[in-house]
């Protein structure tokens, strides 16, 4: 059985088919649509890693634009649904003892480490690091068997590739990383 669609109209589509009443019509109405990504529950670390290679022609190159990615990262709007749950809260709370009535940081993120590729492939280049160390309040640059010291301004200039972010209220840390 073959059918074919045609638009009729603003916001119709009008199907045909061939069945046994080939004069048998329905109409179907298209309606705006909006994908969104809603986090369920929170990790305590967030990484993401950033489209940066894309096909052209045969090869695959490197995507040279620079991504703006912030110091705090805040995803409440991507957890809509749970910031009106009272129950959430409360498990945010048993779940991080000790830090009870910090509401307002149960969606912030600190930006822990970002990940470089520095080249024009997929199949060559150069990674370094950028780390953050909590004890000393500094940001570190890794690449090969050079460590330096480096400012925020410079984290937020690099050419991300992947980014972690740590839950504001987490234990866990990154300290053991560099001990400067």
Same mark, same amino acid.
């Given at each position: 059985?073959?059918? =074919?669609s045609s638009i009729s109209g603003p916001g119709k589509a009008k199907r045909s088919g061939s069945s046994a009443d080939?004069?048998?019509?329905? !109409?179907?109405? #298209? *309606?705006?649509?909006?994908? !969104?990504?809603?986090?369920?529950?929170?990790?305590?670390?967030?990484?993401?890693?950033?489209? *940066? /290679? !894309?096909? =052209?022609?045969?090869?695959?190159?490197?995507?040279? =634009?620079?991504?703006d990615f912030p110091l705090v990262l805040d995803v409440r709007a991507f957890c809509e649904h749970q910031a009106a749950d009272h129950? &959430?809260?409360?498990?945010?709370?048993?779940?991080?003892?000790?830090?009870?009535?910090?509401?307002?940081?149960? &969606?912030?993120?600190?930006?822990?480490?970002?990940?470089?590729?520095?080249?024009?492939?997929?199949?060559?280049?150069?990674? !370094?690091?950028?780390?953050?160390?909590?004890?000393?309040?500094?940001?570190?640059?890794?690449?090969?068997? *050079?460590?330096? #010291?480096?400012?925020?301004?410079?984290?937020?200039?690099?050419?991300?590739?992947? #980014? &972690?972010?740590?839950?504001?209220?987490?234990?866990? =840390?990154?300290? /053991?990383?560099?001990?400067?």
């Open positions: 059985s073959s059918s =074919s080939a004069s048998e019509t329905s !109409t179907v109405t #298209l *309606r705006c649509a909006r994908k !969104t990504n809603v986090i369920d529950q929170l990790p305590g670390v967030l990484h993401m890693q950033l489209k *940066r /290679f !894309t096909w =052209s022609g045969v090869r695959r190159e490197k995507i040279q =634009s620079h991504v129950t &959430f809260w409360a498990e945010q709370r048993s779940a991080q003892e000790g830090h009870a009535g910090k509401e307002d940081e149960a &969606f912030l993120y600190d930006l822990a480490a970002v990940v470089v590729h520095d080249g024009r492939g997929i199949n060559s280049g150069h990674y !370094t690091a950028f780390c953050y160390n909590r004890g000393a309040q500094s940001w570190v640059h890794f690449n090969d068997s *050079r460590v330096s #010291l480096c400012s925020a301004e410079d984290v937020l200039q690099a050419q991300a590739y992947i #980014l &972690f972010y740590v839950h504001r209220n987490t234990t866990l =840390s990154l300290d /053991f990383l560099v001990d400067l």
